[in-house]
């Protein structure tokens, strides 16, 4: 049996431009961080020739085509397994639509598997690229390509995504010291509501294709914040960047109706008057996950968990999607 896991991400800076509508004209840029939140895959020779799919549903198939799941279809054919005595299930440590990234990390945590079924070595820079082209190029999902990048290589990390659609990669030069206050202060909130991020990223993306001037001046400024951001923590200035990701959440909120709700409103304007000196929504928008920087934890964590949010504590991953049984 192989096991692969994969983790999660948070947001950092620079979001949004990461999607090909825009960085195929202007260039993107961004600051991501994984945390030990995982997807998990398994893959298991049978001695039956049938493939066996385990995920909220249960599948039984001949044939690979046969499968309804796009994304187990695609990898299988794009890895070109040919054994179809296999059976793969998946588990997460988190539900899909919550913002953190799980369709990504499901799709690299699964190639990882293939790979080392067939005795492949891939690197994070190609396996990145294979997830990418599975969601985006195969099935059309009109997502960027954050969350399968920071996925498979861990770390907080900076993407600048090029007009030739290649990706640059390089870690974020931090201080020990630095990053154990950023670990320690930054917290997240479940709101208690999953959404599906395609049809707000679908609006972003086609009035980017429109070259839409709202839009783009917005990504255009989205851009220059994920480029303070990294100047902000590099320099160990955190309170700084609390100060940029509020600045960032007030410009997404702009992007479309359906990023935020009263609600989320609500909870974000209580946590500012409770010890936030930050924060945004986590992911597309509409649920999910608030994500705060406090240097008063105790009293943010009594005020939103009293609002009726459940906190998830978490802490960095440094090692990206990984084999970690075989």
Same mark, same amino acid.
């Given at each position: 049996?192989?096991?692969?896991?994969?983790?999660?991400?948070l947001?950092?800076?620079?979001?949004? =431009?990461?999607?090909?509508?825009?960085?195929?004209?202007?260039?993107?840029?961004?600051? %991501?961080?994984?945390?030990?939140? /995982?997807?998990?895959?398994?893959?298991?020779?049978?001695?039956?020739?049938?493939?066996?799919?385990? *995920?909220?549903?249960?599948?039984?198939?001949?044939?690979?085509?046969?499968?309804?799941?796009?994304?187990?279809?695609?990898? &299988?054919?794009?890895?070109?397994?040919?054994?179809?005595?296999?059976?793969? =299930?998946?588990?997460?440590?988190?539900?899909?639509?919550?913002?953190?990234?799980?369709?990504?990390?499901?799709?690299?945590?699964?190639?990882?598997?293939?790979?080392?079924?067939?005795?492949?070595?891939?690197?994070?820079?190609? &396996?990145?690229?294979?997830?990418?082209?599975?969601?985006?190029?195969?099935?059309?999902?009109?997502?960027?390509?954050?969350?399968? /990048?920071?996925?498979? *290589?861990?770390g907080i990390?900076?993407?600048?995504?090029?007009?030739?659609?290649?990706?640059? %990669?390089?870690?974020?030069?931090?201080?020990?010291?630095?990053?154990?206050?950023?670990?320690?202060?930054?917290?997240?909130?479940? =709101?208690g509501?999953?959404?599906?991020?395609? @049809?707000?990223?679908?609006?972003?993306?086609?009035?980017?294709?429109?070259?839409?001037?709202?839009m783009? @001046?917005?990504?255009?400024?989205?851009k220059?914040?994920?480029?303070?951001?990294?100047?902000?923590?590099?320099?160990?200035?955190?309170?700084?960047?609390?100060?940029?990701?509020?600045?960032?959440?007030?410009?997404?909120?702009?992007?479309?109706?359906?990023?935020?709700?009263?609600?989320?409103?609500?909870? /974000?304007?209580?946590?500012?008057?409770?010890?936030?000196?930050?924060?945004?929504?986590?992911? %597309?928008?509409?649920?999910?996950?608030?994500?705060? /920087?406090?240097?008063?934890?105790?009293? &943010?964590?009594?005020?939103?968990?009293?609002?009726?949010?459940?906190?998830?504590?978490f802490?960095?991953?440094?090692?990206?999607?990984?084999?970690?049984?075989?």
């Open positions: 049996m192989i096991i692969t896991r994969s983790p999660l991400r947001p950092l800076g620079g979001g949004g =431009t990461d999607l090909a509508s825009y960085y195929q004209d202007h260039e993107g840029f961004l600051i %991501a961080a994984a945390i030990d939140k /995982y997807v998990y895959i398994t893959v298991h020779y049978t001695f039956v020739r049938e493939l066996i799919v385990k *995920y909220s549903k249960l599948e039984h198939v001949d044939e690979i085509e046969q499968l309804q799941h796009p994304i187990v279809r695609e990898a &299988l054919k794009l890895v070109k397994i040919k054994d179809l005595n296999l059976e793969i =299930t998946s588990m997460a440590d988190i539900p899909s639509g919550t913002g953190l990234g799980s369709s990504g990390s499901f799709t690299t945590a699964l190639l990882k598997a293939l790979h080392s079924h067939c005795k492949n070595i891939v690197h994070p820079q190609e &396996l990145a690229r294979q997830s990418c082209e599975i969601e985006i190029d195969r099935l059309g999902e009109p997502i960027g390509k954050q969350d399968q /990048y920071i996925a498979a *290589y861990g990390t900076c993407f600048r995504f090029l007009k030739d659609h290649s990706v640059e %990669a390089w870690p974020l030069h931090i201080s020990p010291e630095t990053l154990h206050d950023l670990e320690d202060n930054l917290m997240i909130f479940f =709101t509501s999953a959404r599906s991020a395609s @049809s707000i990223l679908r609006d972003q993306n086609n009035r980017s294709k429109c070259k839409d001037p709202v783009i @001046s917005n990504l255009h400024y989205v220059e914040l994920g480029l303070r951001t990294q100047k902000a923590i590099e320099a160990g200035k955190l309170n700084e960047f609390a100060e940029i990701m509020n600045e960032h959440w007030q410009y997404k909120r702009k992007r479309s109706c359906g990023i935020t709700n009263p609600k989320i409103d609500e909870w /974000y304007e209580l946590a500012l008057a409770n010890g936030a000196l930050g924060g945004k929504l986590v992911g %597309a928008g509409g649920g999910g996950f608030l994500m705060f /920087y406090s240097e008063n934890k105790t009293r &943010l964590r009594h005020a939103l968990t009293s609002a009726g949010l459940r906190e998830v504590r802490r960095f991953d440094f090692e990206g999607t990984k084999v970690v049984a075989s």
